[in-house]
């Protein structure tokens, strides 16, 4: 079974916009991970976040980690057209096989 | 992508045929994932390695076999118990915490 579930399934924004994914999980974590996924194509690692942080950032990407709430949000800032892709949240629970667990994804859609 | 590639990109298999999906990588990671992804969803985990010689199931690993003889590669067949096999596979590795996925190959059965 999925473990997390992202909120939206899909957002349409103008480029310069900001866009934020939510990701929503179960169980408690070791990390929480964001990859992203052109269509067709392999995931790329986007950014990790542990359970004992609150905020990272890297470049025009930032995220947030509520482990209270079991929940996680990513933020693309100064959004362009090239950032079009789907982006999924992905758990580490450190389990013996440091299996990732991930959610469904949200579709984003930056429009020129 | 870099580091890891799978073929074929596009694969059409008959209905009651084993076919094989190639994984090679060249990061030395020990660790290596197989995934199934189908239309608009996440990725489901049918089979890990973490070390030559050794293979454990995953979530959905049922019509599935793979192979570890090798560092560098780590092939899944789907076999003919695998009764919905149309959909996109991801080969991955791992080196610390972070995974590093294939380019995919897209199976399609006829």
């Known amino acids: 079974s999925q473990q997390g579930e992202e909120d939206p399934q899909a957002l349409s924004i103008q480029e310069g916009e900001n866009a934020t994914m939510n990701c929503s999980y179960k169980t408690s974590i070791n990390n929480l991970q964001w990859y992203r996924q052109n269509s067709g194509r392999g995931l790329v690692h986007l950014i990790l976040?542990?359970?004992?942080?609150r905020e990272k950032h890297s470049g025009r990407l930032r995220v947030t980690l509520d482990t209270s709430k079991k929940s996680s949000s990513l933020l693309i800032t100064a959004s362009r057209a090239a950032d079009t892709a789907s982006y999924f949240c992905a758990t580490d629970d450190s389990g013996s096989a440091r299996q990732l667990t991930f959610g469904s994804g949200t579709q984003l859609t930056v429009l020129p | 992508d870099g580091g890891i590639t799978q073929s074929p990109k596009y694969l059409f298999r008959k209905e009651g045929q084993n076919v094989t999906l190639s994984c090679e990588q060249n990061?030395?990671?020990?660790?290596m994932y197989w995934y199934r992804q189908d239309p608009g969803q996440g990725l489901r985990l049918i089979y890990y390695?973490?070390?030559?010689?050794?293979?454990q199931k995953g979530d959905i690993a049922e019509g599935y076999s793979v192979s570890r003889e090798k560092k560098e590669s780590f092939p899944l067949t789907v076999t003919s118990a695998q009764k919905n096999p149309t959909a996109f596979y991801l080969c991955a590795t791992r080196r610390a915490d972070t995974q590093y996925f294939g380019p995919g190959t897209r199976l399609t059965v006829l």
């Open positions: 390695s973490q070390i030559v010689n050794d293979f």
């Open positions: 976040i542990r359970s004992n942080e």
């Open positions: 990061l030395n990671h020990d660790a």
